[in-house]
């Protein structure tokens, strides 16, 4: 009977160790997107100014970010034979820091009543020559970034339609990204996980000028939903659509004081965390 007694409790103290390390190991490995909320910043057209200012304040506060690259994001010459083009060396790195590099088509067509000439507006497009620039953009980025083997996508000018034809659900059946970034202003805010169109998911145009306050109020709405908010950003400290560097860092710096209730991630990141719940 003592011998009984004893057994008993050496099972009960493994399972209880057991239990116990188990639950340590959950809470050290506990997944970031279960916190209030997602906030994704993303960045459009490789901007100098992204190279030059919104990496190292990124990786100052250890955010990876995704930027949306059409072309390489710069010159594809160097002005010294055998010398690798300065972008060419910059997106490189920017990928091998963990960001993502991301697919906004090669030629960035848009509409022509947005300033865009004629032979390269997307009234003039074809599907099949919007699908051979996503498809040759892939392959430059597979050179950039070869860890990386599928894509995410953002629409030019947030324009989704070609002619009569939304176009966006045409590159997903076809292998050719697996999201998409679309367009929406301050109050798109995603909370209905369960029916987002992942490949028109909305985000915020952060315009010219914009402030502070006005980039914490939206991410303090998407805290308040518990759900997830995009950044579309352009230029910092210079360029279109610009904000000031010193406006990008303090809301940065926000983020971060506030880590436990946001998880700041990627849009590829972020998007395969909501797919999945």
């Given at each position: 009977?003592?011998?009984?007694?004893?057994?008993?409790?050496?099972?009960?103290?493994?399972v209880f160790i057991a239990a116990l390390f188990?639950?340590?190991?959950?809470?050290?490995?506990?997944?970031?997107?279960?916190?209030?909320?997602?906030?994704?910043?993303?960045?459009?057209?490789?901007?100098?100014?992204?190279?030059?200012?919104v990496i190292p304040q990124l990786d100052s506060?250890?955010?990876?970010?995704?930027?949306?690259?059409?072309?390489?994001?710069?010159?594809?010459?160097?002005?010294?034979?055998?010398?690798?083009?300065?972008?060419?060396?910059?997106?490189?790195?920017?990928?091998?820091?963990?960001?993502?590099?991301?697919?906004?088509?090669?030629?960035?067509?848009?509409?022509?009543?947005?300033?865009?000439?004629?032979?390269?507006?997307?009234?003039?497009?074809?599907?099949?020559?919007?699908?051979?620039?996503?498809?040759?953009?892939?392959?430059?980025?597979?050179?950039?970034?070869?860890?990386?083997?599928?894509?995410?996508?953002?629409?030019?000018?947030?324009?989704?339609?070609?002619?009569?034809?939304?176009?966006?659900?045409?590159?997903?059946?076809?292998?050719?990204?697996?999201?998409?970034?679309?367009?929406?202003?301050?109050?798109?805010?995603?909370?209905?996980?369960?029916?987002?169109?992942?490949m028109q998911v909305p985000s915020w145009h952060?315009?010219?000028?914009?402030?502070?306050?006005?980039?914490?109020?939206?991410?303090?709405?998407?805290?308040?939903?518990?759900?997830?908010?995009?950044?579309?950003?352009?230029?910092?400290?210079?360029?279109?659509?610009?904000?000031?560097?010193?406006?990008?860092?303090?809301?940065?710096?926000?983020?971060?004081?506030?880590?436990?209730?946001?998880?700041?991630?990627?849009?590829?990141?972020?998007?395969?965390?909501?797919?999945?719940?």
């Open positions: 009977m003592q011998t009984s007694d004893m057994k008993r409790k050496f099972v009960l103290t493994i188990l639950w340590s190991y959950a809470q050290i490995n506990k997944d970031d997107h279960s916190k209030k909320a997602i906030i994704c910043l993303t960045y459009d057209d490789g901007l100098e100014t992204q190279l030059s200012t506060f250890g955010f990876k970010a995704t930027f949306f690259l059409n072309s390489i994001g710069g010159s594809s010459q160097s002005d010294i034979i055998g010398q690798t083009p300065e972008a060419v060396l910059g997106w490189t790195n920017v990928a091998r820091k963990g960001h993502e590099l991301a697919n906004h088509t090669l030629f960035h067509p848009c509409p022509e009543k947005l300033g865009w000439a004629k032979s390269i507006s997307i009234d003039n497009y074809t599907v099949d020559q919007i699908l051979l620039e996503i498809t040759t953009q892939n392959t430059i980025l597979s050179l950039l970034d070869p860890s990386r083997k599928m894509r995410s996508f953002a629409f030019p000018c947030n324009n989704t339609i070609i002619g009569s034809t939304d176009y966006s659900k045409i590159i997903k059946d076809k292998g050719l990204v697996t999201f998409g970034r679309a367009g929406g202003d301050s109050n798109s805010v995603i909370t209905d996980f369960k029916h987002v169109n992942t952060v315009w010219t000028g914009t402030t502070l306050q006005q980039l914490i109020s939206f991410a303090e709405k998407v805290k308040k939903a518990g759900g997830m908010g995009v950044y579309q950003f352009h230029g910092v400290g210079g360029q279109i659509f610009q904000i000031s560097s010193e406006t990008h860092k303090a809301f940065l710096h926000y983020l971060k004081a506030h880590q436990d209730d946001y998880w700041v991630t990627t849009f590829s990141g972020a998007m395969e965390a909501v797919t999945k719940q």
